[in-house]
């Protein structure tokens, strides 16, 4: 079995300041797809709806992004977080790392 790395990352569409979506999903969709064939990345996406309470206190229903990349570098998910953050305007981006043992058959 071949050991690697998985990375999800789940995005809210909502704009940090204006607590509403600024950038429509199929416009965020291409860009990250763009971005992960410019740099050769394995990965899918599927959208999902999900809460978040800004730093205001506000508790928000929001459209979500979810993200799996499986066997980069953290250098390479740092890059991409800090990209999709400053695209999206976001306060904060969820990231979970786990380990995985790969078994094709």
Do not use: H, P
């Amino acid at each position: 079995m071949q050991k690697s790395v998985e990375y999800q990352i789940f995005i809210g569409f909502n704009d940090s300041q204006v607590y509403e979506e600024v950038v429509e999903e199929k416009e965020l969709v291409e860009m990250v797809a763009g971005f992960f064939e410019r740099e050769k990345i394995d990965f899918s996406m599927f959208g999902a709806k999900g809460g978040y309470c800004y730093d205001c206190d506000e508790f928000v229903l929001e459209n979500i992004l979810c993200i799996n990349i499986i066997g980069k570098s953290k250098l390479d998910i740092k890059k991409l977080i800090r990209s999709l953050s400053m695209f999206m305007n976001q306060e904060s981006i969820l990231v979970v790392k786990n380990n995985l043992a790969q078994k094709f058959s």
